[in-house]
Nanobody
Framework: QVQLVESGGGLVQAGGSLRLSCAASVRAFSSAYMGWFRQAPGKEREFVAAISWSAYYADSVKGRFTISRDNAKNTVSLQMNSLKPEDTAVYYC???????????????????WGRGTQVTVSS
């Protein structure tokens, strides 16, 4: 059974940092394409970052966020620095079977999702 569980969300002041983690029970995790998305109230789910053999970031977070994976532990993390109020959203971990150099930025390209973790950045 596939399961993704996010953790690490919380309340932080602007300029602060948070690290989100996603524990995955995805079969053959090392071959899974992993991503992070976020969704603010009233907005569509937005791509944040993805990782296969290398990482890719949305322009809005480039230089501030870092995605990484630990295949031995079946986890993917998102280190978020220099947080802004605009980063406030529910953050979701997502997975897709099969590594590829093709960048996957659409939510409907992913097969599995966690329930999300709330990140709130205050000014």
């Amino acid at each position: 059974q596939v399961q993704l569980v996010e953790s690490g969300g919380g309340l932080v002041q602007a300029g602060g940092s948070l690290r989100l983690s996603c524990a995955a029970s995805v079969r053959a995790f090392s071959s899974a394409y992993m991503g992070w998305f976020r969704q603010a109230p009233g907005k569509e789910r937005e791509f944040v970052a993805a990782i296969s053999w290398s990482a890719y970031y949305a322009d809005s977070v480039k230089g501030r966020f870092t995605i990484s994976r630990d295949n031995a532990k079946n986890t993917v993390s998102l280190q978020m620095n220099s947080l802004k109020p605009e980063d406030t959203a529910v953050y979701y971990c997502a997975a897709r079977q099969g590594l590829t150099s093709i960048i996957r930025i659409r939510a409907d390209e992913y097969d599995y999702w966690g329930r999300g973790t709330q990140v709130t950045v205050s000014s």
